[in-house]
């Protein structure tokens, strides 16, 4: 049930919202919140955004993005706005207006596809990674998730590929064609959408040949005798690779994991590549990898997979090494060592390995049992909802624990919240 408000501090109230995801997610979560007496205001960026607000309370800016700080900054002083509720905190609109949010004292709040994916969505004060304000200090997490309960594991909401492809379809589509409604909007996508559209075609047609592959090759590493680690790819467009870590692209990553995999990892150790399952084809990572892989003279140790079950790779692997993908959760809940080389909410002291990668290959650390069940029941507990993006079920229920949370003030609570920010982006890398 929504929290209950006072009428004295319903009226203080009032939530802007910007960019979402492609689903009704955002139009549920102020649906509750005008429920309980707030006023919520949405920004049209282009016409997907305008097709996901079918409702009240929305403005279309079309001017150039030069003009949009001073915009937006105009709207939070004449709207009084107290709260911002984002999706994608480094789209360069999004960081213009949270520049300019907490400039003026309006909170901010960042929502996201859940850490412990498929059945949960992120929800944030001020940010995620590198800004997020989630401890790191393994005492604070222990302390803080004192008698905080084991996290519900049971499924209880799921969609389909079919259904998060065809609401991809409806948002990207009219920004597409319809363009000259918003001509001056600017994508933060590195690719055309028909361009992405056109990979994922292709993609779809050796789908099923490309799992069967995939799936032999998971059976023979999981049964056979070989020590390997696992590199989960991440999607190339990501926010977590462009902004949150050293490189300026996933082929500087994969460049600087085997050069380093090939200069200090165990001779009779092997890497496993696996190519993430919504990567949309434009880049031929496989060709591109064992390109690199030759390069360094490590022919017969990478093995790039694009399919199959992570889990099980994850089961009998020695470690993984990851820039900062949320794959790397599952390898901790399995006890398995991991390597992180980007800035994430999950690399704590006790939990990642925080020697160099270098020795990470000749002595992987796993992590504490007893910091790991404080940090997911502390996780779970302040920046959690149960909930997805694409299944009316699932939105609907991560809405309305979203517009609680909201209305009470309690996210990154209990004890979840340190101030000030203790993470920091970091500098970018030259990778040859």
């Not at 429920?35 to 049209?44: D, Q, S, Y």
């Not at 389909?160 to 600017?186: K, R």
């Not at 200069?263 to 690199?292: F, M, R, S």
């Amino acid at each position: 049930m929504t929290v209950p408000v006072r009428s004295e501090e319903k009226a203080k109230r009032v939530f802007l919202f910007l960019q979402g995801p492609s689903s009704t997610l955002f139009c549920r979560i102020a649906g509750h919140l005008e429920a309980a007496g707030c006023a919520c205001v949405r920004v049209n960026l282009n016409s997907g955004d305008w097709l996901f607000w079918r409702r009240r309370g929305a403005l279309n800016y079309r001017r150039p993005f030069a003009a949009w700080p001073g915009y937006v900054r105009h709207l939070m002083s004449d709207r009084k706005v107290t709260d911002l509720i984002v999706l994608g905190e480094e789209r360069p609109y999004h960081r213009a207006a949270i520049a300019e949010a907490r400039a003026m004292g309006v909170s901010v709040y960042a929502i996201e596809m859940g850490h412990l994916r498929p059945d949960w969505v992120t929800i944030e004060r001020e940010g995620l990674s590198s800004n997020s304000r989630f401890p790191v200090d393994p005492a604070h997490i222990l302390e803080a998730a004192e008698g905080l309960p084991e996290p519900d594991w049971t499924r209880r909401y799921s969609h389909t590929f079919l259904s998060e492809a065809i609401a991809d379809l409806l948002y990207n589509l009219p920004t597409v064609f319809f363009w000259f409604f918003y001509p001056h909007y600017q994508r933060h996508a590195l690719f055309h959408p028909l361009a992405e559209y056109a990979g994922w075609l292709r993609r779809l047609a050796v789908g099923r040949g490309r799992g069967r592959k995939a799936n032999f090759e998971v059976r023979r590493l999981s049964s056979g005798t070989a020590a390997f680690f696992v590199y989960p790819l991440q999607i190339e467009t990501d926010y977590q690779l462009r902004a949150h870590s050293p490189f300026r692209s996933q082929r500087d990553a994969i460049r600087y994991i085997l050069r380093s995999f090939a200069e200090h990892a165990p001779a009779d150790t092997q890497l496993v590549v696996k190519i993430h399952p919504l990567d949309n084809g434009l880049i031929d990572w496989d060709d591109y990898v064992n390109a690199a892989a030759r390069s360094l003279g490590l022919c017969g140790r990478v093995q790039v997979i694009d399919g199959g079950d992570l889990s099980a790779l994850i089961s009998t692997c020695r470690g993984m090494v990851t820039v900062n993908s949320t794959a790397a959760l599952s390898a901790l809940q399995a006890g398995k060592p991991v390597k992180t080389l980007g800035v994430t909410i999950y690399d704590v002291e006790g939990l990642t390995d925080p020697k160099p990668i270098d020795r990470f290959w000749q002595d992987p650390q796993p992590p504490s049992a007893k910091l790991l069940e404080a940090f997911m029941r502390l996780l779970a507990a302040a920046v959690q909802v149960r909930g997805n993006f694409y299944s009316k079920e699932g939105a609907e229920a991560a809405a309305e624990s979203i517009a609680s949370r909201l209305l009470a003030r309690n996210v990154n609570e209990p004890g979840a919240y340190v101030e000030p920010p203790i993470r920091k982006h970091p500098m970018k890398i030259d990778v040859p």
